[in-house]
C-alpha cells in the first residue's frame, strides 16, 4: 500500500509538473481544448445552430454568451490523476494500456457533458452556473475517476475461473 501511494505521488508530481512547462500547453493542452471546444460545438449543433466554437471558447453566435475551457477544466488534470493511479497499481501491462484508452474516453465524454451543461447553465441563470461549476462537476468528474478506477482494479482483479470439480467418488460398500 505504501508502495501504491509513493509511485501514486511520485507521477501525480512529475505529470502535473510537465503539464505547467509551457511547450506543453502550447503544444499539447491548448489544441486539446480547441478540439474540445469543437467537439462540444458539434455536437450542440444537432439541436442548437446557434452554439459555435472560437479557439478554446464554446460561444453562443445569437446571444453572445460562452464559456472559455481553461486550465483544469479540459479534463487533463483528472486524465492525470487517473493515470497515475493506474500506473501505480500492480497489473500487467496490457491491463493498463486497456484502463488508460478506456479511462481517458470516459473522463472526456463527462467532461463534454459538463462542458455542454456549464454552457446552457450559464445562459439559464450565473448562479447555478457558478455552484455546478466551482462544486457539483468538480465533484462530479473526481467520482468518475474514481468508479472508473475501481472499476478497471476489479476487472483485473478476478482470477480465472477454475474447472468445474466433479463430486467426489462415493467410498465402496463393504459387504457385511
Not at 446571444?63 to 486550465?71: Q, R, Y
Not at 463534454?112 to 451543461?117: L, Y
Not at 450559464?122 to 462544486?135: P, T
Amino acid at each position: 500500500m505504501l508502495r501504491f501511494f509513493l509511485v501514486f505521488l511520485a507521477l501525480q508530481l512529475t505529470l502535473f509538473g510537465i503539464n505547467m512547462l509551457g511547450w506543453v500547453q502550447q503544444h499539447l493542452v491548448l489544441p486539446w481544448t480547441a478540439l474540445l471546444a469543437r467537439i462540444c460545438a458539434g455536437l450542440v449543433t444537432w439541436f442548437d445552430s446557434t452554439a459555435t466554437a472560437a479557439g478554446k471558447v464554446l460561444w453562443n453566435a445569437q446571444t453572445g454568451f460562452g464559456v472559455s475551457i481553461e486550465p483544469g477544466c479540459n479534463g487533463i488534470e483528472a486524465c492525470i490523476v487517473l493515470f497515475a493511479a493506474i500506473m501505480a497499481f500492480p497489473a500487467s501491462w496490457r491491463h493498463k494500456l486497456v484502463g488508460l484508452v478506456a479511462g481517458f474516453v470516459a473522463v472526456q465524454a463527462l467532461n463534454v457533458v459538463r462542458v455542454i451543461s456549464l454552457f446552457y447553465l450559464g445562459q439559464w441563470d450565473m448562479d447555478v452556473f457558478d455552484f455546478a461549476h466551482e462544486y457539483l462537476w468538480q465533484a462530479l468528474i473526481m467520482l468518475d475517476v474514481l468508479v472508473v478506477w475501481l472499476v478497471w482494479v476489479r476487472a483485473g482483479s478476478k482470477a480465472p475461473a477454475a474447472p468445474p470439480q466433479e463430486p467426489p467418488v462415493p467410498p465402496a460398500a463393504v459387504a457385511a
